[in-house]
Each structure stands twice: as C-alpha cells, then as structure tokens.
C-alpha cells in the first residue's frame, strides 16, 4: 500500500485530535448519563428536611429496612457483606455504606457516581430509588420487592445528598432555587 507523507501526517492529525478529546473527556467532573433517566417519581410535594438529617438513623436506617408497615425488608437483604458477593456488587450494610457510596463509581457503569455529594440529581442512589428507568439497570429495590420505596423515602435521599451526603449530622441547606426534585418537571 502506497502510505504518502500527506496520508501520514493526517493520521497524526487524528491522533492528536484523538487524545486532546481524551484528556478533556478525563477533565470533566460530572457524572454523565449513558441512560437519560426515565420514570422518576415527583417528590415536589414532600417537605423539604433542610437540615439534621443523621446518617446512622435515617439513611442506613432506610437501607437496613425500607418498610414502614412493622413489617422488615431491607437493601441489605440484596447488598450485602463483602461487596464481591452483594448484589450489583454493591455492599450497603451498616459500618461500610457510607464509604461504598460517597464519589464511588458505580461497579455496572464506571461513567456513573453512586453519590455525588450536593447534587442528587447527578448520583446513581438516588436515580436507583426514584426512577424506573435509572442510569443503569433497574430500579430498586429490585423487582419492586415488595414496592417501590415511598416518595418521603425517596425525599429523604434526595435531601441528604443536597445537604452534602454527610456522615455525621448537618447544619442545613440551600436548597431553593436550584432544586428541581426529580427528572420529569
Ligand atoms: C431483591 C434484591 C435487591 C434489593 C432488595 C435491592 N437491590 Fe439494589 N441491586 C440488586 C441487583 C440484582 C442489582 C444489579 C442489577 C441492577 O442494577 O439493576 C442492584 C443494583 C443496585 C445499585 C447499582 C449498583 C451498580 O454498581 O450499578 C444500587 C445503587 C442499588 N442496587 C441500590 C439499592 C437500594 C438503595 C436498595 C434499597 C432501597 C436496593 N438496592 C435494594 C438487588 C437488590
């Protein structure tokens, strides 16, 4: 095959091209859907929690038992302990959530974010529990086994991550104004 010197130096010029657009893909920091998120659910009409939101209590309170009928079914029943044997490999029992979630990519898309501390509306958690459609796979829990979770619940995620997805306990938010709760309005 006849390779002209034009020929090769367009191949460079691509090859330029292509490693420029690599770098600026590798600088950006947000999460970006593959999957534009479909069939959320609107929590608009839940009250917003702008501040004392405490980890232990409610969030992993949540993920050990979603139920509020007296009756127990938890995340965990899923995510469990090691991470290599949780469904979606994604370990979500007490003492070990928290750090398997916050800036933790996601083990099925690695262009997706667990959670993303102040922006909900970029973190896989709470796609995962407010759409039916989410970044990647299914809605959880899953198989809606033994439902969705309620939009309260779905709220209290939400309010968490915008709080800053803290450990401990917060001080409280700014939330009006920049929150629109969900993916449909
Ligand atoms: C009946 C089992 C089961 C229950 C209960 C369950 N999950 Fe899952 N979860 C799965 C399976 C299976 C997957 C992998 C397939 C998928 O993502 O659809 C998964 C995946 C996930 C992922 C994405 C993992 C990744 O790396 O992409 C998140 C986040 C998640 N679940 C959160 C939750 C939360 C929060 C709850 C509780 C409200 C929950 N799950 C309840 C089985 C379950």
New binding site residues.
């Given amino acids: 095959m006849d390779v002209t010197p034009q020929r090769r130096l367009r191949g460079w010029s691509f090859a330029i091209v292509a490693a420029a657009s690599a770098v600026a893909a590798a600088s950006v920091s947000s999460p970006v859907n593959s999957v534009t998120p479909s069939g959320c659910t609107s929590i608009q009409d839940q009250p917003p929690i702008y501040s004392g939101i405490q980890y232990g209590a409610a969030i992993q309170g ?2 050990d038992n ?1 139920l509020t009928n007296g009756g127990t ?3 965990v ?3 469990t302990h090691p991470a290599s044997s949780a ?4 370990d ?1 029992t007490d003492g070990v959530s928290w750090a398997h979630l916050i800036n933790v990519r ?4 690695l262009s ?1 974010i ?1 959670v993303v501390p102040n922006h909900p509306e970029q973190s ?2 709470f796609q ?2 407010n759409c039916d459609t989410p970044g ?3 809605r ?4 809606f ?1 033994p439902g969705t ?1 309620g939009p309260d619940q779905q709220a209290l995620i939400y309010d968490w991550i915008a709080e800053g997805a803290p450990v401990g306990i917060t001080d409280g938010v700014f939330r009006n104004g920049f929150d629109i709760r969900g993916f449909n309005q």
Avoid: E, N, R, T
């Fill in positions: 949540l993920l979603f079914a938890g995340c029943d899923c995510h469904s979606g490999h994604l979500l996601s083990y099925d898309d997706l667990y896989l958690l995962k529990i990647v796979g299914a959880m829990p899953y198989m086994s979770l």
